[in-house]
């Protein structure tokens, strides 16, 4: 894969210009960061979700097809639940 996928093409500047130990940095430090990203897309899509809900009014069955899920599916995200398991820190020993 020579550029990352659409929504996030602007991090191929992370491998502009010539490579170099700043490059490697930079990298680790994006790849590091996935679960932060992870988690704070979750939330600001909950946001959404929600608001549209709430305020437009718009129904899990309409935003189901959008988003490619079931309304049951929707309706989860709109509760914050997840379908990937996590660990927690108990589990990490």
Do not use: C
């Amino acid at each position: 894969m020579d550029k990352p996928p659409a929504p996030f093409e602007k991090l191929a500047d992370l491998t502009g210009g010539g490579e170099s130990i700043e490059q490697a940095v930079a990298l680790t430090q994006a790849l590091a960061a996935i679960p932060d990203l992870q988690k704070w897309l979750r939330e600001r899509r909950q946001h959404v979700v929600r608001t549209l809900h709430e305020r437009d009014g718009m129904s899990y069955t309409d935003m189901a097809p959008h988003l490619g899920v079931k309304p049951e599916r929707v309706s989860g995200i709109a509760r914050g639940h997840s379908r990937s398991p996590r660990t927690r820190s108990s589990d990490a020993t």
